[in-house]
């Protein structure tokens, strides 16, 4: 199944039409329907569509796994790609230290402005748990409601990237924690993928 069958039987089961998608995903009306008709063949806002029609990220952008999380069998899930074509591998980094491990990714998010991250500690963003890696796209501008990696004061965690008026913020998923004004912190890039309970192979130094 293509990513954009795949595409489209999600937004069957949603029962979502093209401008709805758009709108729940804040992207153009536009790349949708290129996405749906193949003249485009990937887009780095994998995260944003999978969350506006519920189905695990790892299936949309790459057809691994389960289409939804409920089908998962336990945290600690090995995703094993089986086939040679449609992935790449990008690095991890801990801080700007690469580790010289790697992570498999979809080769449709495949950037040279790419870095992936193992979350060590708990966020505050719901969908980025202690134990994720994540991708990050240094060269992506964050919208509205993107997941951001970012430094603020002396930590990099992940946040939730909010436009506002005359200024946009970082923000957590509890509320009582105050807004961060983004010209306080220094976004590393947007992050365009992530992966929850892998486990690390010490064969050929990659992370499957």
Known sequence: MSFSDRLKKAMKDEGLTQAALAQKSDMAQSMIWKLLSGNAKGTSKILSLAKALNVRAEWLGEGSGPMR?????????????????????????????????????????????????DVKEDTGCSEVPFGTYIVVDSSESPANNDLVYAKVGSKISVYRYLTGGSEDFLSVDD????????????????????????????ETGKTK
């Open 175 to 202: 509320p009582r924690i105050p807004l961060i004004p983004v010209t306080s912190a220094e976004i590393k890039g947007v992050i365009v993928f992530l992966l929850r309970g892998l486990k690390r192979h010490s």
């Open 69 to 117: 999380e409920e089908a998962e069998i336990g945290n600690d899930l090995e995703r094993m790609w089986d086939r040679a074509d449609g992935i790449c591998s990008v690095q991890i980094y801990e801080g700007e230290l690469n580790t010289n491990t790697w992570l498999t990714i979809p080769s449709l998010l495949k950037s040279e402005s790419l870095r992936a991250y």
